[in-house]
């Protein structure tokens, strides 16, 4: 019997899942945390994702009671976008800038004014936003340039730690996607483009990974490294991908199925068989990790909204989501612009949280309501944008992610979108599809295949209740094209809203 291994390099914390090679049963799991970071300077050292991965393999292969030679093959999943640029050495330069890392929000800016959305969407799939790599290429030209004299190799972290593991500087076609100089639709690197937005004169095409394909191998283990593990010498490591599509492929996604991911980011997504252009900029049109392309919304603001407005009304989270169940379906309850980090769908960096609709009579409860429903809204609007750049996504929604654990995110999610939310037989989608992915390479198979035969079961099934959202939801819509909004972002500081929409 052979054991894969998945790995999730998450913004908070390093998860390995153990699986069956053949049946993808979960032999064992281990968890480490990364080092906390919040925006909009958000960091982390490449080399505690490798300490973290280090202590999540142990962890895993205890909690398994298999030996570390068991298994053949690892693939790494882990954040997008974050940026790592290596030395001759072949070691970090620096702290890796995260996707949450809003510093090259202006560079953002100056690269749409320039070529224009819709230019941008044509050329990648995507409009840059703060969280593309390559708008942090631009800050460190503009701020670090000298370190662009000292590159070597320019990875995004899942690259980082598959390098680390079997020694190429390898990236794959999702999270290439993802840069912002990748266009997936073509299969190209598109160093033109850093030309006219990082820097002219450098070599830019020897300092980007080999973009491999689903079923490519990225190599062997580094003999060190098996040593270090205790692996067989032979160990497979497969090419990677982006968390969101590792997860995709955990959760067996297919074309039209929607996924709403809630966790520190809030994410939707479906599965696609051609590419998605979307010119207004609210939809990636990345790739997928199984040969087509995974059409998604992010929002910077999910569960750590309803984290904070729990501790601001001193209860747990599950005490706030009783009491947001409490709540009626009043058409003037509160509403809650959950901006609080900042966001990225729409692509509002430095705006801050807006409460509005409170009154007197204003209860604890329509709060709580308010918080799961603010972050909600925000990411429907991205799934009504997928659909509006013309990707099916009618079929199936499931819910994952930390958020998917409470019935009022659940139920809330169901109620908007009139449609009933399910979730599924997994814990951890993203190491689950990061073993998928392992078992495909390994057999020598197709990543879809290992995909749809591992497709975990509905554990449950949240009904829609009756539609009483179209007055909310367009106070809501107020609320974000609102004068107070505009003049928030200006002023760079916390309001809140009195007025009744």
Not at 86 to 101: I, V
Request: charged share 20%; hydrophobic share 40%; glycine share 10%.
């Amino acid at each position: 019997m052979s054991i894969v291994a998945g790995v999730d390099s998450s913004t908070q914390s390093c998860t390995v899942e153990l699986r069956d090679a053949d049946t993808g049963m979960l032999r064992g799991t281990g968890r480490a945390p990364h080092p906390v970071t919040f925006p909009p300077v958000s960091q982390q050292h490449p080399d505690d994702w490798w300490r973290a991965f280090e202590s999540a393999f142990g962890r895993a292969v205890e909690d398994a009671g298999v030996s570390a030679r068991e298994i053949g093959a690892i693939s790494v999943a882990a954040q997008c976008h974050g940026l790592v640029l290596l030395g001759s050495n072949g070691r970090p330069l620096r702290r890796a800038k995260l996707w949450n890392d809003t510093e090259s929000a202006p560079q953002a800016k100056q690269m749409v004014e320039e070529l224009g959305s819709g230019a941008w969407a044509d050329a990648i799939g995507s409009v840059p936003t703060a969280a593309f790599t390559i708008t942090k290429l631009a800050w460190i030209a503009e701020n670090e340039p000298y370190l662009l004299d000292m590159v070597s190799k320019i990875l995004v972290p899942h690259d980082y730690l598959t390098y680390r593991l079997a020694g190429r500087a390898v990236t794959d076609r999702s999270d290439a996607s993802g840069t912002g100089y990748y266009a997936a639709h073509q299969g190209r690197w598109r160093v033109d483009l850093l030309d006219q937005f990082v820097a002219r004169g450098l070599d830019w095409a020897s300092f980007l990974p080999e973009v491999l394909g689903p079923n490519e191998l990225a190599g062997r283990i580094l003999p060190d490294v098996a040593a270090s593990f205790g692996l067989r010498s032979d160990v497979i490591v497969g090419p990677g991908a982006g968390d969101q599509h590792a997860g995709a492929l955990g959760v067996g996604v297919r074309e039209g199925d929607v996924v709403y991911s809630l966790g520190t980011s809030g994410v939707v997504f479906t599965e696609s068989s051609s590419p998605v252009f979307d010119h207004r900029g609210d939809v990636d049109g990345v790739a997928d990790a199984a040969g087509g392309y995974l059409p998604l919304a992010c929002t910077l603001n999910s569960t750590k909204v309803t984290d904070s407005v729990a501790r601001w009304l001193g209860v747990s989270l599950d005490e706030l989501a009783a009491l947001a169940l409490e709540a009626p379906d009043s058409d003037d309850r509160p509403v809650f612009l959950a901006y609080l980090d900042g966001e990225r769908t729409p692509n509002r960096p430095d705006a801050t949280g807006l409460l509005g609709g409170l009154t007197t009579a204003t209860t604890r409860a329509q709060i709580a309501r308010a918080a799961f429903e603010g972050v909600l809204f925000g990411i429907v609007s991205g799934h009504d944008a997928i659909r509006s750049a013309g990707a099916p996504a009618d079929g199936s929604v499931t819910a994952v992610g930390g958020g998917s654990k409470s019935p009022a995110y659940r139920q809330f999610l169901a109620d908007i979108l009139q449609t009933p939310v399910l979730t599924k037989d997994l814990s951890e989608a993203t190491a689950r599809g990061a073993c998928i992915q392992a078992a495909a390479v390994l057999a020598v198979g197709d990543v879809a295949e290992v995909r749809d035969a591992w497709a975990p079961a509905t554990t449950t099934s949240t009904p829609p209740r009756e539609d009483r959202y179209g007055v909310t939801r367009a106070r809501y819509r107020a609320l974000v094209d609102g004068p107070g909004l505009a003049r928030q972002q200006s002023e760079s500081q916390t309001r809140v809203s009195e007025e009744a929409l």
